[in-house]
């Protein structure tokens, strides 16, 4: 293996056009995943039409560089607008956006990718050291250890529920409600389709994401556009940057954890990277001494997420290239970019193109590297963004939306939903429910609901969803994640309450 992945490399560094075609799609990556509406998966699919004429180890190339990318690129604008550009960015809007809202723009941004870099660079390192062995784990998961997968990303509520209980699981439910909408994937019926035969399919998620991120920002900012914005002040704070020693040794142990999850989500097929960036979120929250400090723009919530996303990337291809089984949606479009260049995945690929399938290795590798070099030179540029007036951000959030809405599936329906969406998420605002809940509800709901249903129709008895190993130990992480925000709770009030008995003693 290791004589293969050797000789790769100067295939991959030694040809212009594989370079040009990393360095080309790398950027046009990170334009694409910062545009609401545009997601990695859409990125490869407008691709591959442009590698007909390219060989098959530049093409793959060309596909890492654009996948890479637009995972990146979504941090953008979920940093500088509130608005994920791909559902992988969902988690990153929590800190990211109240960082650039107080002036810490650039450092988010610089953050995010350096974060990205490093989440990729371990995913990749995983992909090319133990893929097959990784395959191997993803398939033991069946429908049961999927839906304990889902439950313990749907566990990760608790961590959201630092105001009202009660509203947060309102919240909750609003998005598990929206994810029972359209046919019914087990038994074929209807639900929730208003007469219309547009909800068949339920309600896209992203561009559920879209409306309930971006409609009640545009109101916000439409609100609050009568008062004076110190521009001043945003510019001046929003000069700070990385600062590679100290920031560097504080992210280590995030870095490592966030990666692991992220490299192990990566290998299930079906489990995405907005599941590993929240799942890695709630971990590094609750490892945390002040978690008090999550989601007020705390950097270390953006650094659990983006390394977490990113480090699905190169592990999800993982179960693609030695069994044909694609790791998740921008896979699956990669799979059919391969039978397009006549290469068919499985185990085959291996020793019939060893140089093709380890070149991709080192693609998946090396542009990670030119993703952060873009993320660096143009953080200070894209921070610039703070400084638009707050009516005219507004109108082009809204342009951008409903642009970007409507090219997912060239069709109105998506962008009167996104503005439906929109809606809801301003009651939400107006009453003070959180709004990550009913993303996790939304994400999370249906591959819970249809795992669920196809576990109990393959075991003999109920049982069989739990005493299975691999289940056995995801329920057990799924207690821990529920518990340890109660443990902290108790402690919490305990602590308050010998304040106040000492306060009380001394005043008296």
């Known amino acids: 293996m290791l004589e293969h992945l050797f000789a790769a490399l100067p295939a991959v560094i030694f040809s212009w056009q594989g370079v040009l075609a990393m360095v080309v799609s790398t950027g046009a990556g990170i334009i ?79 953050a995010g990718v350096i974060c990205s870099c490093v989440g990729g660079v371990l995913s990749a390192l995983s992909l090319m050291l133990i893929a097959p062995y990784l395959a191997q784990l993803a398939l033991r998961f069946g429908p049961a250890e999927y ?5 313990l990303g749907l566990s990760t509520i608790a961590s959201f529920l630092s105001g009202s209980t009660l ?30 035969s547009y909800l068949l399919d339920g309600v896209p998620q992203l561009v559920a994401l879209i409306g309930l991120f971006s409609i009640p920002e545009v109101y916000i900012i439409l609100e609050k556009s009568g008062l004076k914005q110190g521009v001043k002040d945003i ?12 920031d560097s040794t504080a992210s280590v142990s995030i870095w490592i954890r966030s990666s692991l999850i992220g490299i192990i989500i990566g290998i299930m097929p079906g489990a995405g990277a907005n599941i590993a960036a929240f799942i890695s979120y709630n971990d590094a929250r609750q490892r945390s001494k002040t978690p008090e400090k999550f989601g007020t723009g705390f950097i270390d919530g953006v650094k659990a997420a983006e390394t977490a996303n990113n480090a699905v990337t190169a592990s999800a291809l993982a179960p693609m290239l030695t069994f044909g089984v694609p790791g998740n949606a921008v896979a699956a479009v990669m799979i059919g970019g391969l039978m397009v260049h006549g290469l068919q995945p499985g185990p085959n690929l291996f020793v019939k193109e060893p140089i093709v399938v380890y070149g991709l290795m ?8 030119i993703m952060l070099f873009f993320g660096l030179l143009g953080s200070r540029l894209f921070a610039k963004c703070l ?9 082009a959030i809204l342009v951008l939306c409903c642009v970007g809405t409507y090219s997912i599936n060239n069709t109105l329906g998506d962008v009167f939903a996104m503005l439906i969406c929109g809606f809801i998420g301003v009651l939400m605002l107006r009453l003070r429910i959180p709004v990550a809940p009913a993303v996790l509800g939304i994400i999370l709901g249906g591959m819970a609901e249809n795992e669920f249903r196809r576990a109990l129709l393959l075991a003999d008895s109920f049982l069989d969803l739990f005493i299975r190993p691999l289940s056995a130990v995801l329920i057990a992480l799924t207690l821990l994640s529920l518990a340890v925000p109660i443990i902290k709770g108790v402690k919490k009030r305990k602590a ?10 001394i005043e008296f």
Request: aromatic letters at 10%; one cysteine or more.
């Open 387 to 395: 400084l638009i007036p707050p009516t005219l951000m507004a109108a």
């Open 147 to 151: 839906f304990w997968v889902a439950v």
């Open 32 to 110: 694409i995943g910062a545009l609401p509406g545009l997601s990695a998966t859409m990125g490869v699919a407008l691709l591959i039409p442009f590698t007909f004429g390219m060989d098959s180890l530049t093409a793959l190339l060309a596909m890492a560089g654009m996948y890479n990318g637009a995972i990146y690129g979504g941090s953008i604008s979920a940093i500088l607008l509130n608005i994920p550009g791909t559902p992988a960015a969902v988690c990153t809007t929590l800190d990211g956006y109240p960082m650039a809202k107080r002036g810490d723009g650039v450092l988010a941004l610089q």
């Open 167 to 196: 509203k947060g699981l309102i919240s909750g439910f609003i998005g598990l409600l929206i994810s029972t909408f359209g046919t019914d994937a087990i038994t074929g019926v209807p639900r929730f389709d208003f007469g219309t």
């Open 235 to 246: 510019h001046l704070a929003a000069s700070r940057g990385w600062d590679w020693v100290r």
């Open 496 to 505: 308050g309450v010998v304040e106040e008995e000492m306060s009380g003693g």
């Open 362 to 369: 080192w693609g998946m590798l090396l542009t990670n590297f």
